[in-house]
Structure formats: C-alpha cells, structure tokens
C-alpha cells in the first residue's frame, strides 16, 4: 500500500486580488487631472482611465490599434485576450470625452513625425492606440507601441504623485484591473458578467473576487444578528 497516497495535499487559502479604494482611486484621478497640457500627460491621464474604466490588461492595452476603435468611439473590438480567445471591450460616455481629447493630442503628434502626413488611411489605423514618441520608425507601426517598462513607470508614477503616498510602492496596471473588477462585481452582482468583461476563459478565475475577509464576515453575521436576532 502506498501510504503517499493517503497525505492531502495542503489547502491554501485562496486571496481576493487587492484594488483600490474610492479614495485612492479620487487622489490617482486628481493627480492625473494636474499633469499638465502635452501629449505625454493627457496619454498618462487616458491610459490612467482606460485601465480603471475598461479592466484590460498590460499587454492587451500596448497591443491595442487604432483600427480596432469602433466608428462612434463606444467598443474597442477583438481584443485578443491571455487565452488566445478575444472580446469586445466597452468605452462608457466619461471614457469617451476623455479618449477624445487623447486622439487629437495623439493626431497632433503623429502630424509632426516625419513622413506620417504622408500615409493613407489605412496605414494610420495601423498605428498603435497608444503611441509612443521614442524609437518609432515610420515603416513599422508596431515600433510606436509602447515599451512595457515605459506603460509601468507611467502608472507608478501617478501613484507616487498622489497624496496617498503608499499608492506608488504597490501601484501597477494589473491593481486597476482588480479595481475595475471589485467595481463592476459590486455593482452588477453577475459573476459571469464580471468573467466576460475581464476575458477570463474560465469563470472559476473570476470567483477570486467573491472572496470576503474576516472584518466582512464578522460585520454580515452582526448585521444579520441585529435584524434576525
């Protein structure tokens, strides 16, 4: 008899992806606000929202083309997602105006690099949503995207600007997405919503934001003693 076979593997404790506070959210916001008026900051300030509006990934929002941009600026389509598989991602009204002012910003930089007035439509909608202004080379749009060190630091940087100062010490983009899905699971109650919004191809990844902590427990069971008795 194998006795290994008896041993259980140790459980572990699964832990709910950490977000951001309302208030946290407010000083990251406020900071992005006062950056300034040239291209850098107010792609800061649009990369900033994109990540707390839209839930999307790093990598997913480095990747993204202009051409991807839905006619009407309401859905960015076939976003390809960590499981190969790709979704549709929605731009609420406030995203929007924001992502406005970013393009013309963005349309007004690109009229200055060299031989970009030149091209044609379809070659523009090539071209990186979110560009970068160092090491591009006309003839390969994919060189405009920018470096994932740089898209880090852009929102490391706001969180060490916010008042909240220990923001920036834990602050990267995959914190905004747990904080848009914290969000989104507060509000819709629908954990399958949740997983789509999220791109998760197994809804079982999602439930992680389901899990409560013990203050939570402790104040569900006084509330229901109080009501119930």
């Known amino acids: 008899i194998n006795q290994a076979r008896e041993v259980k593997s140790p459980s572990l404790q699964i832990t709910r992806p950490k977000g951001l506070s309302n208030e946290g959210i407010g000083y990251l916001r406020e900071v992005a606000h006062n950056l300034g008026e040239d291209f850098v900051s107010i792609r800061s300030q649009f990369v900033l929202e994109l990540f707390l509006r839209t839930g999307l990934r790093a ?88 470096n994932p060190k740089t898209l880090w630091k852009l929102i490391y940087d706001i969180g060490l600007k916010a008042k909240e100062s220990h923001l ?10 747990h904080t848009f899905a914290h969000g989104l699971l507060d509000s819709s109650k629908d954990i399958r919503l949740v997983a789509q919004a999220l791109g998760h191809s197994d809804v079982r990844t999602t439930m992680r934001y389901t899990e409560r ?12 003693v109080e009501k119930f008795g």
């Open 59 to 146: 990598d997913e929002v480095r990747n993204l083309i202009l051409s991807q941009l839905e006619a009407g600026n309401e859905w960015i389509r076939n976003v390809r997602t960590k499981g190969k598989k790709f979704r549709s991602v929605y731009i609420d009204s406030e995203l929007r105006i924001i992502l406005i002012t970013y393009l013309k910003a963005r349309d007004l930089y690109l009229r200055h690099v060299e031989g970009y007035p030149e091209l044609k439509d379809p070659d523009r909608l090539k071209f990186p949503l979110i560009v970068s202004k160092k090491g591009g080379k006309i003839t390969d749009p994919k060189t405009f995207a920018l």
């Open 213 to 224: 902590t013990e203050d939570e427990i402790r104040d569900a069971i006084d509330q229901k």
């Open 168 to 177: 920036g010490a834990d602050l990267h983009p995959h914190r905004l997405r």
